[in-house]
Each structure stands twice: as structure tokens, then as C-alpha cells.
């Protein structure tokens, strides 16, 4: 089905609503073959009704966990109708109820602010007016690591018919016999055990275990800049800090089960807002969250600063076209290394690497090795990072 086969079978005014905040022929139906039928398939779902029933609120939810948008990573007319058809019930939800499905209400919030939105609902008000939600008072969400599987215990095999009654009957004397052998095995090995101890006790430390060997050696030695955990990420909503004339407040989703971010950057005074809105960007993740002016930040906005100074400019460094929120920013010649889970501020680690970070001749970001000057290009799975009018910049 085509969609505007699926858009003509929406009720009015929610056809009307759709139909002014995507441009009919324009990627907003669609960018590729694939989204353009994913695009008609979500609008084919809307107008059957039941994908924005409460009831069905579970499934959309584990839907919305991981994306920005329904379709890719870009406004389709599937999130204009998806919007229209959540707004009744969501208009009629008290805080409890909102805040129990925080992936759609994160979702609904963003586009109902979406500029083609807002702008196709004001002449059909107040069928699609804003509906305000207490996000400040929201609970917070922890974000915690998924628990390690449990290894499954091996089932006892099933008992051999009559007939296999002999075989089954020396294959158990063995299995017994071998029992016997490992118990006889972990009794020497215990008394080995006890043993050691007393050898053990005239060292002065005990050796580490593996696990906290790898910890150790990973916070060890000289920073590098695979230390730092760079992720791309896009900018859902954007407000001026209501206490500091010169801070965004952003929520900016990284792909994460625990939803947007919130980060707070010291760039009113060089990037408009307007061009901060539904920004793709990179942001480093592993900083240790801060307090600014009241409001604590998770994250820090990558920017490139003029060579000449903030007051010859601030741009946003930009990862390469078709990058979604979530992918890794690694540094090239570092690709097998994992980030640590977070900096140590004590160790300086950030503030030791980033004077090595800049912009080629070509704008692409980079680490520049200040010991050898070997380049390591910053770079997502679909292309490097660039800053699009800086060359020479510091990256911060």
C-alpha cells in the first residue's frame, strides 16, 4: 500500500493534520524505498486504530525505548499521524499515568513540538493543542546494567528403556566411579588449599583476581583518547537554563532503554537555539555527571572552537550522514579498544587528551598524537566527523 492510499483512509481532522505537516512527494514520505514503505505500513497502522489504544500502550512503549523517530532516524508523516492519533488519550492522562510510559510520552512531547507540527495543528485547534506534562517531577530512571545470564544447570539424561537396562547400568558405575575421583580430586585440592594459606599469609598481598586485573589495567597507564566514550546523539527538546543567561538545557536521546539525557551546554551565546533543535551531534558520555547552576548535566555536546578563539566561533561537530543515535565514535587506529565506563576525574584524563583534538585541512575531526603527530580520524561505522566551516579548531 502506497502511502497516500493509507493517509486517505485517516479520519478528518487527523488526515488534515498529516497531510499539512508532511510535504506530499518530499522525503517527509520517506527517503529510501524501505522507509517509504515502512512510512505507508505506520500510517496503514494508524488508521486501523488500534496501534494508539491504551491498551495497546505496552507494545508501542518497548516500540519508542530505543528510537527518536518511528520511521529511521528522521521526521516522517508516520510520526505526524502516530502524534495525531496518540493525542486524545494522552491529552486525558494525569502525571501517574504518563510517567508510567516514559518512552511515549518523550516521543509524543517531541513531536508535538516538531515545527511542521505545530504549525499543520494550529488552524485545526483545539483538536491538537499542546498538551503540557510536569517532566521536572518525573522519577528517575536508574541506568543500570543488564544482570548476567545464568548458566543453565544440564538436565539429567532420561531413563533407557528395558531393553538398554545393561548399558545404562555400566554407564551409570561409571559416571559413579567418576564422581567418586573428582570427589577425591576436590578434597586434595582443598587440602592443598589450606595448605597454601599458611604460605599465602607470609606474602604481603594477596594476587588480584582476573576480573579486578582488567579494571586495574584499563584506568592504568598513559590516557588515550579511546578512554573517552563518544556516541552520537540527537537533540529531542532545548530550552534557555531558567537560572543562567548563557546555558541550553537539552534532553538529548543517545539510544539508551532509559531514555534522553539531560545536558546542559555553555552555547547561547554562539549557537542560536533554532539551530540547536533536532540537531544530530556527538556527545561524550563517560564524564562525570555535573551540577550547572542547579541542574545536572549526564553528558557533554562535542564542539569545535575557532583556532582564533570563542569569539571567532562555535560549531557543533557532525557526524557523517546516515549516523542514528547510539552509534560509537571511536578513534581510527583504536577501534578495538572500549571506552571506559567513566572518567576518573582525578586522573585528568579528558583534560590530558583533548588538546590533541582538532580539524584537518579537510574539516574532519581528529586526535592528533602530540608525542608521534600520528592522525586518528574521529569516525562512526558510516564516515569520519567533521566540523563543516572550521579548519585547525580545538575540539571541547
Known sequence: MSASAALAKLPSPLRDLVAAAAQDGSEDFGRSEKDKAEVAEWIDKVAQGE????????????????????????????DAALYGALHPALSQLQPAQYYSHPAITRYFDHIQHYPSVRKAAEPLAPAFSVVQFDLENAPHQERKAEPPKKKEKTKAAPAAPEGEAPAAAVKADKAEKKAKKAEEGDKAAEQGQKEGKAQKKEKKAKEPKPQEDKKKAEDAGEPVPSMIDLRVGRIVDIKKHPDADGLYVEQIDFAEETGPRTVVSGLVHYIPIEDMRDKILVGVCNLKPANMRGVKSFAMVLCATHKDGKDAGIELVQPPAGAKPGDRVYFEGFEANEPLSQL???????????????????????WVNPATGSVHKIRTKDGVCIAPKFVGASLS
Open 344 to 366: 576518573n576525574p582525578k586522573k585528568k584524563i579528558f583534560e590530558t587528551i583533548q588538546p590533541g583534538f582538532t580539524t584537518l585541512e579537510t574539516h574532519e575531526a581528529a
Open 51 to 78: 496501534v494508539a489504544k491504551p491498551d495497546n500502550f505496552k507494545d508501542l512503549e518497548t516500540t519508542l525505548v530505543p528510537r527518536t523517530y518511528i520511521v529511521s532516524n528522521y521526521f516522517t508523516a508516520a
